[in-house]
Nanobody, 124 residues
Framework: QVQLVESGGGLVQAGGSLKLSCEYP????????IGWFRQTPGKEREFVAY????????QYADSVKGRFTISRDIAKSTVYLQMNSLKPEDTAVYYC?????????????????WGQGTQVTVSS
């Protein structure tokens, strides 16, 4: 199964910043919307942000709006998630997936190609 590859996680103090990267195989996911989700133990995967294929329209969860920015470098087949003003409640494993319609969705069920994830830990 073809997967996306997440990277860029780490340990940061509250108020700090991290930039996550999601590399996707262009042949399989080149026309997809790419979404970021996060998950903590015992909880369901939670929507964070997505960027649509057409026009690059972005959508964010209310909990990250104004702090996180999603962007896409088509030439590098990479989607980024810039995370600023991080809070301890942002601590989670972050995953990216591809949504085939290209429009984007806030439901993880509409995505495929999940990678191994990247751990983000925000200390208080």
């Amino acid at each position: 199964q073809v997967q996306l590859v997440e990277s860029g996680g780490g340990l940061v103090q509250a108020g700090g910043s991290l930039k996550l990267s999601c590399e996707y195989p262009r042949r399989t996911f080149g026309d997809d919307a790419i979404g970021w989700f996060r998950q903590t133990p015992g909880k369901e995967r939670e929507f964070v942000a997505y960027i649509a294929w057409r026009g690059g329209r972005a959508q964010y969860a209310d909990s990250v709006k104004g702090r996180f920015t999603i962007s896409r470098d088509i030439a590098k087949s990479t989607v980024y998630l810039q995370m600023n003003s991080l809070k301890p409640e942002d601590t989670a494993v972050y995953y990216c997936g591809g949504e085939p319609s290209g429009l984007g969705s806030s439901s993880p069920d509409d995505y495929e190609g999940w990678g191994q994830g990247t751990q983000v830990t925000v200390s208080s």
